[in-house]
């Protein structure tokens, strides 16, 4: 390490240490109660002499949450005039003025007003983060961006505004927000979570007893996981295992691309590890001969393995499959993970063979492969 890099390294430890603790509550669903107990452990705190303010709750009107609210200090949300709106943000220079030892941020995943310092609110807390500010903050599982796929598989709908999961490995904690699909269900029924116009749309959509099992499952294991992860980060030594590292094999197609790669990327959450997305380039998706429509889910694919923490590899080649095998060398790659191939009645035979060495070839190098069910 030359000079300046240990300059910049020691550097680097000093602003960690003066970083702010980050904590968030996660649920399975709208309802739980996660805003309900971050203003719960405000009281608890404000009782203990911490000054803890609230930089930004959305009560949705729930009366209960709204009481938790009293005997809180709240700094002022900014006003924003947009299409003709007055709307209200969270006042992120107000809170690095004010300064307060712990601050309160809810809607975790919430979309910023165009023209805001940063796009999302997660952008807003890690700059609350960065300038010693302790945060207690709070997302639901579906927001969540590598588990998109799964929660639409699931609801059927395709939550648009989601967060890195390379903002929840940075929480120093992460709490589930617990409820059994009847306690969820008897809340929504008796008011707490809706109005009462908006009940019987959820109960046909989000809140059917199914959606809700299903999500509480991806909740409980998130939270598990995380939890697993900090214990190995933290406390075992994982000497003589295995290196791993996964390589998410894509195309320029729409879909398929983006359920391999946050597939990619959850396995190797699961194994605490990198990855990185292979595109090979081959001479008929050229930058001169690639449709427009192509080149855009491609950027849209490396954007999300980069959101996802993953090293994105782009190879001008005529052969796919030794691109693979050469990327599997020179990057050390334990596991290749790839959609199911297309083995139509015409090419059968060429992709067959071509199928064989590379499975041949991974077997040589000692390299698994998985087969993702990405439709």
């Known amino acids: ?20 603790k980050f904590k968030i509550y ?28 609230v930089g930004y709750i959305e009560t949705h ?20 005039f947009y299409k003709g709106k ?12 004010l300064h307060p030892e712990i601050v309160l941020v809810d809607e975790l995943a919430h979309t910023n007003i165009e023209g805001s310092k940063n796009e999302k609110r997660w952008q807003d807390v890690l700059d609350l983060l960065d300038a010693g500010i302790n945060v207690i903050s709070a997302v639901n599982i579906q927001h969540i961006e590598s588990l998109n796929e799964e929660v639409q598989d699931i609801v059927g709908i395709e939550v648009k505004e989601r967060i890195p999961d390379s903002v929840l490995e940075q929480a120093d904690e992460v709490v589930n927000i617990d409820l059994t699909a009847e306690e969820l269900v008897t809340r929504l029924k008796a008011g707490n979570i809706y109005k009462p116009e908006k009940i019987q749309i959820a109960l046909d959509n989000f809140f059917k007893s199914e959606n809700i099992l299903q999500l509480r499952e991806l909740a409980l294991k998130e939270v598990a ?9 933290e406390v075992i030594d994982n000497v003589g295992v295995r290196h791993e590292k996964f390589l998410a094999c894509i195309s320029s ?4 691309p983006r359920r391999i790669i946050r597939k990619t990327a959850r396995l190797a959450t699961h194994y605490n590890c990198k990855f990185a997305v292979l595109y090979v380039q081959t001479p008929r998706e050229s930058a001169d001969r690639i449709p427009l429509a192509n080149q855009r889910y491609l950027l849209n694919h490396f954007k999300l393995a980069s959101e996802l923490r993953g090293e994105v590899i782009q190879i001008q080649s005529e052969n796919i499959i030794d691109s693979i095998i050469q990327v599997c060398k020179e990057r050390q790659i334990s596991t290749v993970c790839m959609g199911k191939p297309d083995f139509s009645f015409w090419n059968i035979f060429r992709k067959a063979l071509r199928y064989r060495k590379l499975v041949n070839h991974l077997a040589l190098l000692n390299v698994d492969l998985i087969i993702l069910a990405a439709r």
């Not at 649920?27 to 705190?45: D, N, P, S, W």
């Not at 007055?86 to 003025?97: G, N, P, R, S, V």
């Not at 996981?225 to 980060?233: A, P, Q, S």
């Not at 197609?253 to 398929?256: D, F, L, N, Q």
């Open 253 to 256: 197609a729409e879909k398929t």
């Open 225 to 233: 996981l995380r939890v697993e992860k900090k214990v190995e980060n």
């Open 61 to 80: 009107g729930r009366v209960n949450t709204e009481k938790q609210l009293e005997g809180l200090s709240v700094i002022p949300r900014r006003k924003v």
């Open 26 to 53: 996660i649920g399975m669903i709208a309802g739980v109660g996660k805003t309900y107990r971050m203003l719960q452990e405000a009281h608890q705190l404000l009782e203990s002499g911490i000054d803890v303010q």
């Open 1 to 20: 390490m030359d000079k300046e890099q240990s300059v910049q390294h020691f550097l680097d430890l000093i602003k960690r240490s003066r970083r702010g």
């Open 86 to 97: 007055e709307l209200e943000e969270l006042d992120l220079q107000a809170i690095l003025h």
